[in-house]
């Protein structure tokens, strides 16, 4: 097994086990690395990142969207979008890719204990939070009330509709589901409401005593949603942003990442708006 | 007294005697009348009374552009050979010795980068004392004492004082000894300013000068060419491309200078830039350069070398920004 340092610098082969298309450009990869120790070594915390090496494409940051299964294997939630992501979406089951990581601070879940948690995600950034709600869930007994508030552009974009399906279904957890506009296309079932994530905010009861917020979305979101939150009296410490940025190393040294003086890769992607607040271009 | 003076005729046996410890760099005159850092292949190359070079010497420790990792379907991605040339770099300025302090601080303290760190390995220092001109100002930024170096060279109107700076410099210190003589009369020694600069009051205050019109000034002269940052000992940005070769199956990595002041530096897929318009990225370049980025936060990186005053083509000078403090 390489050192730690070999893990930085070089990343490890690994081979793409199953794909589950989520919707015409998004797709889940599910990965497994090739040496089995380094895969069992592995610890990741919610919300942080790998750097995914496509052969002959080039390498790009993606949240890793679940928690480790108990087969070792890796969960990507990729859209296609660009040079290395479309050559990624051409691969089938079997071919060799390369991850580094994981990467990033993640969301900080330990001190988050006897808490409620709002998660917010717009668009791809159910990929982020659908790790993290794994974890809450794993450990249900640790948190107070979860609710999963998810908006997608249309029905046909809602990402992992059967496991929101599912996910409805439980009574240990509130979702709620909207659209910024609906097509033809019925939404599958679910509840959805119509309208964008904000708005949803403002339509739904939720705690907002001793509760955190973690937000995840498309850049023009954060700052309407942060607004929104602040009106409901959430305090700046309690609302976590996790941010996206142009990166290439992932280390906090290609410095194409930087938010004010902190870096996205190394001291986000998850921040707290406390430490963003007054920062210019920082949402 | 110590036998620590060499004199100026001695120098063709100077280079000699360093050349059995590597290859000589230092400054030399191209034939289109450059000053570089290059190859030293005769006395006659040397320039030692030169002002700066147009590159720094980063470029020994961050090639322009570097295969980084190659790939093969059966052995994956693996690191190419890594550089196993020694060199040794003469007649660097307090300057240019400091911009190499900050890069190992970058480069080698968090997360050790082993193509940075093979080069800087083979890399011998060699400082020379310098005159400043009208472009400098490396006593403002605190960079005005010579650091970071294996030997060092003070210059006096007959040849130099020489002084080691680590091992490997008293190594080679040690193998010169028949070229050496005694000292000259003791040198006055550098003049220390006891007034905290401009510049290094507004760094310590963390100073982003919110509301001076300066920044959209620059922003509307700047051509972005991103001239300033190419020529800068400190800046290290690199950007990171792979391409496929011939055989379709295998393919290299490189890493290259990038340049915070292009549009691209920001721009994420689809089109989205998180610094489209030039105000934006010159206050990303001030923010890396005085107040530090991540784990260099707090570190003033610029050394004071002068080159981004003298090369942009439009006159644009951060330094405007303190003097306005004032
Ligand atoms: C912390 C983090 C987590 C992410 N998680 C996911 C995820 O779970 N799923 C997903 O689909 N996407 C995610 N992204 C975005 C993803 O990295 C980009 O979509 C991807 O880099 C685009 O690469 P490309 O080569 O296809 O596009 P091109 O536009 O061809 O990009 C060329 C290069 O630019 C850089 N780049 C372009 N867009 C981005 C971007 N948005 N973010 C960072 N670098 C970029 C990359 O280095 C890329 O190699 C994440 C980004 C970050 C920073
Ligand atoms: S910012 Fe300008 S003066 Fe300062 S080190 Fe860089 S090139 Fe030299
Ligand atoms: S050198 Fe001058 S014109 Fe060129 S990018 Fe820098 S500030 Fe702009």
């Known amino acids: ?283 | 007294m110590a036998k620590d003076f060499l004199p100026i005729g001695s120098i063709p046996d100077f280079l000699d005697a360093l050349a059995t410890f590597g290859e000589v760099h230092g400054p030399l005159l191209t034939d289109d009348g450059v000053q570089v850092f290059g190859r030293i292949a005769s006395p006659a190359d040397l320039r030692l009374d030169y002002r700066r070079t147009l590159l720094p010497p980063k470029k020994y420790l961050l090639p322009p552009r570097e295969t980084v990792l190659t790939y093969a379907p059966d052995s994956g991605y693996r690191p190419p050979p890594l550089p196993d040339r020694d060199i040794i770099l003469l007649a660097l300025h307090p300057c240019d010795l400091a911009g190499i302090a900050y890069l190992d601080m970058a480069f080698t303290s968090t997360e050790p980068d082993p193509w940075y760190r093979a080069r800087r390995r083979r890399l011998t220092l060699i400082g020379l004392s310098c005159e400043p001109d009208e472009f400098c100002f490396c006593a403002e930024v605190g960079a005005a004492t010579p650091g970071n170096f294996d030997l060092f060279l003070e210059r006096t109107p007959a040849g130099f004082h020489i002084r080691t700076g680590s091992r490997r410099g008293e190594k080679i210190l040690a193998r010169l000894a028949r070229l050496l003589g005694e000292s000259e009369p003791a040198l006055s020694s550098p003049q220390r300013c006891n007034i905290e600069s401009a510049i290094l009051v507004a760094v310590r205050r963390g100073e982003t000068f919110p509301y001076s019109p300066l920044w959209d000034e620059f922003a509307s002269r700047c051509l972005s060419c991103g001239a300033c940052s190419l020529c800068c000992p400190t800046c290290y940005c690199f950007d990171v491309r792979e391409y496929g070769l011939l055989d379709g199956e295998s393919a290299e990595r490189i890493r290259e200078w990038d340049n915070c002041l292009f549009m691209a530096h920001g721009e994420t897929a689809g089109g989205f830039n998180f610094r489209k318009n030039r105000r934006e990225r010159f206050l990303y370049r001030y923010r890396h350069k005085y107040l530090g980025f991540g784990p260099t936060r707090g570190t003033l990186s610029c050394v004071g070398c002068g080159r981004c005053r003298e090369v942009c083509p439009v006159r644009i000078d951060l330094l405007e920004l303190f003097k306005e403090e004032r």
């Open chain 1, 1 to 283: 097994m390489s050192t730690n340092h070999d893990m930085t610098a070089i990343p490890l082969p690994a081979t793409v086990i199953e794909l589950r298309k989520l919707s015409d450009d998004t797709t889940l990869f599910r990965l497994r690395l090739d040496d089995a120790i380094a895969a069992r070594r592995l610890k990741v915390i919610p919300g942080q990142f790998v750097q995914l090496s496509v052969p002959a494409g080039g390498e790009v940051p993606i949240s890793l969207a679940a928690l480790p299964g108990e087969d070792g294997a890796l969960e990507l939630c990729v859209r296609r979008v660009g040079h290395v992501t479309a050559l990624l979406h051409t691969l089938a089951p079997g071919a060799g890719v390369a991850i580094r990581g994981p990467y990033g601070n993640g969301f900080p879940v330990t001190d988050w204990r006897g808490k409620n948690v709002l998660l917010l995600a717009g668009g791809l950034g159910i990929a982020p939070l659908r790790s993290l709600l794994h974890f809450l869930l794993r450990h249900r007994s640790d948190f107070g009330e979860i609710t999963l508030m998810y908006g997608a552009r249309e029905p046909a974009a809602i990402l992992f509709k059967e496991e929101l399906s599912e996910l409805s279904g439980r009574r240990d957890m509130h979702l709620f589901l909207t659209v910024d506009f609906v097509s033809e296309e019925p939404p599958g079932g679910l509840v959805c409401h119509t309208g964008l994530l904000p708005g949803l905010l403002s339509g739904v009861n939720f705690t907002t005593e001793n509760t955190v917020a973690a937000l995840c979305g498309p850049p023009a979101l954060y700052r309407c949603v942060v607004e929104e939150l602040q009106g409901f009296g959430f305090p700046a410490d309690s609302i976590f942003l996790s941010l996206e940025r142009r990166m290439k190393c992932g280390v906090g040294l290609c410095c194409h990442c930087a938010i004010g003086e902190l870096f996205c890769c190394t001291d986000g992607p998850v921040f707290r708006y406390a430490d963003l607040r007054g920062v210019e271009g920082a949402l």
